[in-house]
């Protein structure tokens, strides 16, 4: 399975943006840039997925470098709830197995 | 869809009693996981099904530990003899494989403490 680095921790003040950095310098062509969180005592949740191009949804941004080897989960305003481990995550897609390393502890100061 | 369902929410049993731990994916998916939560060692993937069929099971650490999944709507999670090496969160996850979109979604988990 390939890969990610991901710093042990960060921290970001309320309502300022965030922005997760995911190395993974030994991608192949086919495996997809997940990320999930883990808030306190849930079970993980899907955050963001992308192949190539950067991706936006309602949670986050995907930012991915030209050579796809980093990318960056960009929280555009942090709030007290975002406060989690991210996790980045290389699928692919022929084998669905989801594999976590341990992550990025988020704190979010008020 | 209610989600992906774990049964009991926590468990407490004594070292060498069996400990059975269920999953009920979202209907409609085909592959299914087992995952042990430790701080020491994270989240390690157990097992792995696709259409009820174990696939990867490297990650059983033992054979004390055992799954099953009879059909598309139940899985089970079996330990036997328990150790409170044991104590961990269980979780479950299922996704729909063949989609582009391959979310996969987890359980609650079973916080399980052998003593």
């Known amino acids: 399975d390939a890969k990610t680095t991901q710093p042990n921790s960060m921290e970001s003040n309320e309502e300022e943006p965030v922005h997760l950095p995911c190395n993974h310098s030994?991608?192949?062509?086919?495996?997809?840039i997940h990320w999930y969180r883990q808030l306190p005592s849930q079970g993980p949740e899907y955050v963001i997925h992308?192949?190539?191009s950067n991706v936006n949804n309602r949670m986050a941004s995907l930012a991915i470098a030209e050579d796809r080897k980093s990318s960056t989960l960009i929280l555009h305003r942090a709030t007290l709830r975002d406060a989690a481990v991210y996790y980045c995550i290389l699928r692919e897609t022929s084998y669905d197995k989801v594999i976590f390393g341990p992550g990025t502890s988020l704190s979010v100061i008020p | 869809d209610a989600g992906v369902i774990q049964s009991p929410r926590h468990e407490v049993t004594e070292m060498g009693q069996e400990v059975t731990l269920r999953c009920k994916p979202i209907s409609g998916h085909n592959s299914l996981f087992w995952y042990r939560q430790t701080m020491m060692r994270g989240l390690e993937l157990l097992i792995y099904?696709?259409?009820?069929?174990?696939?990867?099971d490297s990650g059983m650490p033992e054979d004390r530990f055992s799954a099953k999944m009879p059909n598309a709507s139940f899985s089970t999670l079996k330990i036997q003899p328990s150790e409170p090496r044991d104590s961990a969160v269980y979780f479950c996850?299922?996704?729909?494989?063949?989609?582009?979109?391959?979310?996969?979604?987890f359980g609650q988990g079973t916080r399980l403490t052998v003593v």
């Open positions: 030994t991608i192949s062509g086919t495996d997809y």
């Open positions: 996850a299922s996704t729909f494989t063949g989609s582009l979109n391959t979310e996969a979604f």
């Open positions: 992308g192949l190539t």
């Open positions: 099904f696709n259409n009820n069929v174990p696939i990867d």
